[in-house]
């Protein structure tokens, strides 16, 4: 684990994380030694009593390599056995064991075949009779528990490992088999099955695995199980999803999901999350789009676009415009269209070898949502109800009006400004001058703990035969807000999917599509950035209602916060998306399949501020104002598809080979209505005295891809994933377009492998996999490379004018991400214990940025590829335990941890870019160059940064130091499931270490007019000369030492401080109803319960909340209450 | 294989997209005369919005203007006389005008390329890009001196070059506003190019020539800039002082050579109006509302202008005692979508003055030029000039007529002190009043850092880091 130690300093910040690791390693260890203790290989000692006989069958099979087939009952704990043998042979073993017991047995080729003696003697006989010689035909079928047919089911037979695959009816043959031979059938998604061969013609069961080794690993275009996966890959699955009040379901995974680091922008409903994936790989410029570092998103197989569908000229709503305001994304995101209860399980592909198939798109890692399909069996009706209020999570303890009067005063006195306490400059100070000094406001008790109601409602029908199945949902949600006013966001959303097998089962068809509605009428502005708002403010509202602007000689002497009120902001999207796969098996393991997917997005917005809503003077007419804007985003997607699948030799191959066409098309207007003459009219722009469209655009995306991925496993043992594709992209010049990528990943089985399994018998799995891969990034904006003139909507002498769209470069070519990835799974305890553990290293180079230009040239940038090579490297692991599985109770423990570290490894002539103050070459991209603070001088009482130069006076850049990299050095959750009897609590622990900025910095300098600040400032300032102080003196704004200093303190470290935080993000409390009382009521489940979210939070960081930093709103802390019915 | 090849081929195809239909690629842009006219027009469309900062920057880095007690750091700062390198605040000249000249330089390569246009058409559309590359690199090389000399829109020849002097960028400017003069039309075209009309809104031969008198009286070409002025006074058909003082600055006034219209529809007239009057008392931040006029620059009226009176407003709280602030109101309209303003660029008085001044500083026939004084005095409701005659007394009398005259007007008093000499004897006694510390450094812009970290042939103007 070498490799992370980059720098020696940085060791004390590696202990917590190592401590983990080290217990990885100790149990590891433990092992080994525990297993050389008893490493033999054909006798067997054992000495136990009173050990139920499955035990003793296991630990006699973990020395011999021998296999035990048995019928059920062996497996009852009523048989407990006590043997003791030194050395023995197999022989002799079993017959001490199975001495007095109602069972035969019979080894044959190492398999110990055990039956009940009463139950089947012609079998015992049968065996016993035919060992060796007879030779039989065997056929037989497999199916799922509906009875439906399991196509390529691999049956293998564990003497020798070869096999057959199952056909397009679940059938299998062979024309000779030796009796008694031991079969294994495995599928992926499907717990193993190990059959004897007895008759001429089986059946065979395979339940379904939900978690565990076998269960489905979605990689896209194709499904493995986690036995066999050799990329890195994790699932979070639908009832994590539904256990949380969330609408938006990337928040619920949130800590849950190592290498996956989403944080909350806003409390607000329908806010954007940030999403990191294995950290940033590429550098955001203006010319790259917001989402140019988000994963790709396939909901599906429908590509789902991460962009915001808010208008990008003017935002309406809270959630603003799409830009990034105080290095946050803004605007509605676009998740808040998904319901959360219409999905079924969330994949995330992380590693080159996972998320090679997707090339280009998959650079930053893929995250595919599957939706909730139709099982066979009974009609079901399932309905679930909950609500609940919000609260904000944390409230800063900011000054009273006398402190802050006397806060006031103080900057005054300092600035030496009390001269200007005349009539003639009230303006300049109303609240000294001009508003009522025995009023005070706790402005965060009106703007943002204001009651509100979280409702969920959600019902859907699921049902089918074995031929087609179905599944309708339906829900609404409406999450409403803490600010004043009845504010929501609603949203209202169809799902359906349905899937038919023909009668020859070899036709299956797949629709699914789904619909929402979403209704937001959200304020323009979040007026959390208002708490700071002098204590003695005035009155929001006068006596009539009216909003009040404590008007001095006709002017507004503050911004009342609540001038939204006034306005009206309105964003109504419709969002639709459905996809239609065939599959067609044209002859025994060949098959064709095409996906055709389609999506809409559309977001109609308005925006309506009327005079009122201005402060006063405010009767101009022009001001009056409606913006109506209008966004669509349709992506339509073909992939037609082949696969081939065939065992040769011991092994399993997989061909596919497949092809992409995608096409999104976006639009956007916007119409700016204004000069109305009365409010009254200002909805209807045909009473406008002037309109114009301030905004159109049009962009067309187009992508072209073929791929091929060849897969091979031997024995289940060793396994070979080779990837390989060819991209376009329309984002690119002429002669740029295509770019090649692939990936190999390969795994070993090592628990297969009879050498380990003589040296590690507890070791129930062991797999280590390796993959290399290099994927390709097209994220940036459309057209780059052509040269452009674009209308500004303004006409000149009736001439719409026409501006240079941007600096053209018809040379760039595909940004590339070669990914390493070495991983280690191991299941032990009966594989009660899963334990995965990941080193990556993926490397970005050919940045696609835009190449800074100093203005003179006309643009500050061009669109081109950088030669700076990021580096985003870290360690993931994740535990899953059955802690305890006991009849009534259950607890199940799920921890994941993942050390993210960044490094801009090289970027040769960066001295010569506008980045040479940015980055720094061997730092993180989130290191940033700062002065070196170091306090307050006790002397002048200003904020004082470290100096080369003999007269103190700091010089940029040379006096600017590298800082720490401003954001996360680990993070992770621990899940926690315990059912007990009716019971069921669920609860996740996310903590995140990290740095941020000081809650010093969400306040302009203290002292400043209408400015309130925290206590914790008042209480640590520079009073006068001598004092040891942390914040530096007051000023009212027009000091100018102290605005400098203030600005130094700003960019320096000092600013930089632990942010990192501890969060019970989610408890869930159900109670599910005894059987006797639902047989009463004729329902199949009911329950009740309890969720919430956001609980509790545990932090050093003095500012609002450490997810979301500054003064925005934090995130919300939910409770809801609510029932669940099935019948 | 044929299957194959046909396969990908229609692929790539398949990825080579058109134009986005809301976008107009280039070369087609300049081959059709509509969409070329576009691209020239939608510079004035540009300039208008954010060119009004001039004004307000240069009046208060000289006497001009006050700000109160607002706590806008940028403003301060200017009005200090502490302009910083590393703040993106002071870059503004610098950029709207390196902006412009890419477009312009833009057109002029494009205009050369296109066969598609007929000549009269053409030529005025070259000619407006001249007389716009002309006029900014007029403006940079007044902020700060040596400048780099930008002549093509390839970036990878631009992206490195080093300043050039002063000399050669006004050699540069004289050719260009010559090549303008000879290109561009004697009278105002629509947006058809060809079709006369009233509007000012378009640079003509006339603007070239007014804008040529002014490069000549800063270079000291007096013989030059008397000549120029002379021949656009001489067009008294189309040019001549307003009698009004209210109406001076009202859209397409007798005495306008170039105005901006305002790009419809808009809600307001002028950015200067919307700027510097005040309906409220001053604010405390942001750009707008926050400058008054200095008491300097109120007593140096001389008592009875009427420009003290016309284009002075006051705001007077209502409360006791009643307090008036003052500001500037050349434009009279504050807000309203009713357009009866443009902004002013050139204007006749400016060719008086250029001519009294180039005529005195010739020495030879100081009475015409008292002449031209008096035009603009008598305008102001002032008498004739009575102080004596010669030459210093009268070039005081014409610098301090351009003062009341075109104060808060594009920084002509601001470049008026430094081109003269005069600016170390007036800032050094002003920038202390001020609360700044003045050197004859600050005459100069800095070259915005960000430049300089480019661009590592740039080098920084004295006395900035």
Known sequence: MKYIFHEPAAYCRWRKCLLIMRLTIILLIAFVLHAGARGTAQTVTLSVTNMPLEKVCKEIEHQTGYYFVYAKDLTSESHLVSVKVVSASIGETLRQLFYGLPFSWQVINRVVVVNTVKANPRMVERLSSSQGEKMMKVEGIVQNEDGQPITEASVTIRATGKGTLTNENGRFFFPSLEAGSVLVISHIGYSDQIVLVKDNFLTVNLPVAVKGLNATVV????????????????????????????????????????????????????AYSTIQLRGQNSIYTSAKPITANDPLFIVDGVPFSSQTLTDPYYGGGLLGRPFFVGGQRQGMSPFN??????????????????????????????????????????????????????????????????????????????????????????????????????????????????????????????????????????????????????????????????????????????????????????????PTQNITLAPDAPALFDANGNLNWQVFNGGATFDNPLSYTAAYARAISHFLSGNLQLNYQIFSRLHLSSNFGFSRGQLNQTNISPSNSFPPPNDFPSLRSSVFGSTEIDTWIIEPQASYLARIGKGQLDLLVGGTFQENTAKSNTVIATGFSSDALITNPLAASSSKVAGNNFTLYRYNAFYGKINYNWKETYLLNITARRDGSSRFGPGKQFGNFGAVGIGWVFSKERFIQDILPRLDFGKIRISYGSTGNDQIIDYQYMSTYTPNGLSYQGVTGLYPTRMPNPYFAWERVNKMEAGLDIGILANKVLISVDYYRNRTKDQLVGFPLPYFTGFTNVQGNLPALIQNAGVECGINTTAIKKRDLTWNIAVNFSLPRNKLVAYPGIEKTSYATTYAVGHSIFSRFVYHYIGVDPQT??????????????????????????????????????????????????????????????????????????????????????????????????????????????????????????????????????????????????????????????????????????????????????????? | MIYMAWFVCSCKKFVQIPAPVTQLVTTSTFSNSGSATAAVTSLYTQMQFSSFNMSQTCGLLSDELNIGLTNNTSLIHYFKNAMASSSGTYAGPWVEAYKYIYQANTIIEQLDHSNALNKAIKDQLEGEAKFVRGFWFFYLVNCYGDIPLVLSSDYTINANIARS?????????????????????????????????????????????????????????????????????????????????????????????????????????????????????????????????????????????????????????????????????????????????????????????????????????????????????????????????????????????????????????????????????????????????????????????????????????????
């Open chain 1, 219 to 270: 990689k896209g275009y194709y499904k493995t199980s986690n036995k066999l996966n050799t990329g890195s890959v994790a699932t979070v699955s639908g009832e994590d999803i539904a256990r949380q009040p969330v609408t938006d379901p990337l928040l619920a995974l949130e800590g849950r999901v190592p290498g996956l680091y989403i944080s909350q922008t806003s409390g607000a409903p329908g």
């Open chain 1, 337 to 526: 269209y998904l319901n959360p209860a219409d999905i079924e399980r969330i994949d995330i592909l992380k590693d080159g070898d996972a998320t090679a198939i997707y090339g280009s798109r998959g650079a930053n890692g893929v995250i595919i949502i599957t939706t909730k399909k139709g099982k066979v069996g009974q009609t079901k009706i399932n309905i679930n109800v909950s609500t609940g209020a919000s609260k904000v999570t944390r409230k800063l303890d900011l000054l009273n009006t006398h402190q802050y009067l006397n806060m006031r005063y103080e900057a005054l006195k300092n600035d030496n400004f009390y001269q200007y306490l005349v009539p003639e400059y009230a303006m300049y100070f109303p609240d000294i001058m001009i508003w009522d000094s025995t009023r005070y406001t706790d402005w965060q008790k009106v703007l943002i703990s204001q009651p509100n109601n979280f409702t969920n409602a959600q019902a859907s029908i699921s049902g089918g035969n074995t031929s087609t199945q179905f599944a309708i949902g339906a829900g609404y949600t409406r999450q409403g807000v803490v600010f004043p006013g009845r504010y929501a966001d609603q949203k209202g959303s169809i799902h359906f999917s349905l899937s038919n097998t023909s009668p020859n089962n070899r036709l299956v068809t797949q629709l699914s599509a789904f619909y929402s509605y979403d209704n937001s009428n959200l304020p323009g502005v979040d």
């Open chain 1, 941 to 1127: 009482g200003l904020y004082r940064v470290l100096s080369k130069s003999s007269n103190g006076i700091p010089k940029f850049p040379e006096d600017l130091i590298v800082s720490k990299p401003i954001t996360q050095s680990y993070h992770g959750g621990i899940q926690n499931t315990i059912i007990y009897k009716g019971f069921q609590l669920d609860f996740l622990i996310q903590f995140v270490k990290q740095l941020g900025y000081s809650y010093i910095t969400s306040f302009d300098r203290p002292g400043i007019m209408n400015q309130n600040v925290p206590v914790l400032i008042m209480n640590n300032h520079w009073q006068k000369a001598g004092d040891a102080a942390v914040v530096q003196r007051f000023t009212q704004g027009s000091y100018y030492p102290a605005d400098q200093a203030n600005g130094l303190f700003t960019s320096s470290d000092g600013v930089i401080v632990d942010q990192s935080f501890a969060r019970l993000k989610n408890v869930n409390i159900s109670y599910h109803l005894p059987g006797k009382w639902k047989d009463k009521a004729s329902l199949q489940e009911a329950s009740l319960f309890v969720q919430c979210q956001n609980l509790l939070t545990i932090t050093k960081f003095a500012g609002m909340d450490p997810e979301t930093g500054g003064l925005n709103l934090p995130p919300m802390r939910t409770i809801v209450l609510g029932f669940n019915v099935t019948f």
């Open chain 2, 165 to 465: 002097p002063k000399n050669k960028v006004y050699q540069q400017i004289v050719a260009d506003l010559t090549d303008a003069e000879n290109l561009l039309s004697s009278n105002y075209v629509d947006g058809t190019d060809t079709t006369n009309t009233s509007e000012r809104v378009r640079p003509t031969k006339w603007a070239a020539i007014s804008l040529l008198a002014r490069v000549y009286l800063y270079t000291k070409d007096f013989v030059n800039a008397e000549k120029m002025s002379t021949i656009v006074i001489n067009n008294n058909s189309v040019y001549g002082i307003v009698d009004s003082l209210n109406d001076v600055f009202k859209a397409n006034s007798k005495e306008t050579i170039w105005q901006l219209a305002v790009p419809l529809p808009t809600t307001i007239n002028t950015q200067d109006g919307y700027n510097f009057i005040l309906i409220v008392p001053p604010a405390s931040g942001g750009t707008a509302n926050t400058s008054l006029i200095s008491s300097m620059l109120l007593d140096s009226f001389e008592t009875g202008d009427l420009r003290r009176i016309k284009w002075i407003g006051a705001y007077t709280t209502k409360g006791i005692p009643a307090i008036s602030y003052y500001f500037p109101y050349k434009y009279k309209v504050y807000r309203s979508s009713n357009v009866t303003e443009y902004t002013m660029i050139l204007r006749l008085a400016e060719q008086y003055l250029i001519r009294a001044e180039a005529r005195a500083q010739q020495g030879s026939n100081l009475n015409d030029a008292i002449a031209d004084l008096n035009m603009i005095r008598h305008r102001a409701g002032l008498a004739d000039y009575m102080g004596t005659i010669d030459k210093t007394s009268i070039l005081a009398a014409i610098l301090h007529e351009r003062e009341v005259e075109f104060f808060c007007e594009w920084g002509h008093r601001w470049f008026d002190l430094i081109r003269t000499g005069n600016s170390n004897a007036v800032m050094s006694v002003i920038t202390p009043l001020k609360g700044g510390d003045w050197s004859s450094d600050w005459q100069l812009f800095p070259i915005p850092q960000g430049e300089i970290n480019l661009d590592h042939n740039l080098i920084q103007n004295p006395g900035y880091l």
